[in-house]
């Protein structure tokens, strides 16, 4: 579990010397550009604080074709809808990046005004130098899921719960100019921000929901202060910068070798939503997605109603195991494995590959006799990289 010296409390930064003022002139003509499910909820709250805002204008990627042959299907970007119930004017970006890096906004947005924001909240792209060169520095702001210098880049939710953290945050942080190689990520003045506990068992889905939630409750604060006063903003300390990198397939391949039990529980928490757990079965080479997952203690072999459990004695052994159920009426069971320093992780539903996902009781029965040495069947990691 990483510790590091974070700001503790939510603050606002004193004034910046190289701006005459920071204060806004008026409720601003927003421009906001979003994807997902945290830039709707941070839209929706800004939009219910209709004192800060003069207009808002939402930007997004344009619908995408997904699926292969006859199983195509169109998906559309979460704010999209949001946008179009409260309302609000849309406009795509265009679909590639060498578009998008000449593309510039309708009026207002057109001519620079210092009534004029950019707002962006998981929007997942560069804004380009184009556009952002129409607003003031002090007037391109972005909502991250993160105590900034911390977990700067794409992934920072997930990556503070795969890490074991027991608390993140969000901040508002100014947007720079980034280049070709991708340097100028999150690296701005921050605005503002509030720490966010992690509450145990916490998941991708309920962290995003509390920290756009909050991300939109922090950026009204802000904008009221700068329509209020003069507000200033913080440098961040780059001595101090963590990364979140981007989920790639590897990252949830289980090593079970070095994998605590801890670590197999955070890793799916973080990342199931996207990238559920991997592991293989070392006898057949088949690939297993490990779908409901929970860590325990130690196995409890005395209390299976059938028969004792078979000795787990390596990390990656695994058993069917009747006794840990999640009701008195669930006859499902659970898949035990042992993982890195003699923990444990019961799995509930597994897929392997080219095959549905099932129940523990029906993955394990389907398992062939000869993959099992001593009632024991025998997982690995997957070798390659992406």
């Known amino acids: 579990m990483l510790r590091r010296t974070r700001f503790r409390h939510y603050f606002w930064g004193v004034p910046a010397p190289c701006y005459s003022t920071n204060k806004l002139p008026q409720p601003p003509h927003v421009l906001f550009f979003g994807g997902d499910q945290f830039s709707c909820k941070t839209l929706q709250v800004l939009h219910s604080a209709p004192d800060v805002w003069g207009t808002i204008s939402v930007v997004t990627s344009p619908d995408k074709v997904v699926g292969r042959r006859g199983r195509k299907e169109i998906l559309e970007a979460p704010v999209k809808e949001v946008a179009k119930s409260l309302s609000l004017p849309l406009f795509f970006i265009p679909p590639s990046t060498v578009e998008f890096s000449t593309w510039q906004p309708q009026e207002p947005f057109a001519t620079p005004s210092p009534a004029n924001i950019i707002l962006t909240a998981s929007f997942g792209k560069a804004i380009p130098s184009s556009v952002l060169s129409l607003f003031e520095p002090a007037n391109r702001l972005n909502v991250h899921a993160s105590l900034l210098p911390l977990y700067r880049g794409a992934a920072p939710i997930q990556r503070a719960i795969a890490d074991g953290e027991q608390e993140t945050g969000v901040s508002i942080v100014e947007m720079t100019h980034v280049s070709d190689d991708g340097r100028g ?55 101090q910068a963590t990364y979140a990198y981007k989920i790639k397939l590897a990252t949830a391949r289980i090593d079970w070798d070095t994998w605590t039990a801890d670590k197999v529980g955070w890793t799916h928490r973080a990342f199931s939503h996207k990238r559920p757990l991997h592991t293989r079965i070392l006898k057949s080479g088949k690939r297993v997605a490990l779908l409901d997952v929970q860590s325990t203690t130690t196995p409890d072999s005395e209390s299976t109603p059938h028969k004792r459990l078979p000795e787990l004695q390596y990390p990656g052994d695994a058993s069917f195991d009747l006794s840990q159920t999640r009701s008195s009426y669930d006859q499902r069971g659970s898949i035990l494995i042992r993982c890195a320093d003699a923990s444990y992780v019961r799995v509930y539903r597994l897929q392997t590959e080219n095959r549905d996902a099932v129940d523990a009781r029906a993955w394990w029965n389907g398992i062939r006799p000869e993959f099992l040495s001593d009632g024991v069947l025998k997982l690995g990691r997957i070798d390659g990289h992406d």
């Open 185 to 239: 990520f999150d690296v701005g003045r921050v605005w503002g921000q509030v720490p966010v506990a992690i509450p145990p068992g916490a998941n991708y889905e309920l962290m995003e929901h509390t920290l756009a939630l909050q991300g939109g409750r922090l950026l009204v604060d802000l904008l009221r202060r700068r329509l209020a006063s003069d507000v200033g903003a913080m440098e961040q300390n780059d001595a």
